[in-house]
């Protein structure tokens, strides 16, 4: 089983973990990482600036990934090292087998 790791839960981080995961189904583990535990759509910032939208409602838990199948991990990170393959964040070591910033 390789180890997957998706870092930024933006809407390009949460687009590649998708597709991963259909390509990949349980094969292989697929981690998306941020220093955040939401997601904000940031298209519908002028509809909550006049007051067309609530936050709640542009906004969505990272955490609702692990229903799909994708691990999700909030914490800040460092630093990318190729050799060997790991990511330094602020929580400690995370090693890869391919990992994707996004
Ligand atoms: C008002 C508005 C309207 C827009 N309209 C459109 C549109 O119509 N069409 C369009 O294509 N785009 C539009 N955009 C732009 C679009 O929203 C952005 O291009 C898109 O959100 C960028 O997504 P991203 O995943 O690349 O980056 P981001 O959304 O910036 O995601 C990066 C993620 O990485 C995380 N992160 C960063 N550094 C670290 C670290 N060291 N450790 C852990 N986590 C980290 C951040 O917390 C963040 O969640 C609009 C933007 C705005 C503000």
């Not at 199948?69 to 330094?88: A, H, N, Y």
């Amino acid at each position: 089983m390789a180890n997957f790791l998706v870092l930024g839960g933006g809407t390009g981080g949460i687009v590649i973990s998708h597709i991963l995961q259909k390509k990949l189904k349980k094969e292989h583990q697929i981690t998306l990482i941020d220093r955040r535990n939401e997601h904000i759509y940031y298209p519908s910032y002028p509809l909550l600036m006049i007051g067309k939208r609530e936050p709640a409602a542009i906004t969505r838990k990272l955490g609702r990934l692990e229903k799909k199948g994708i691990r999700f991990l909030q914490t800040d990170v460092q630093e990318i090292k190729t050799s060997p393959s790991e990511v330094i964040t602020s929580t400690g070591k995370i090693p890869y087998d391919y990992q994707g910033s996004a």
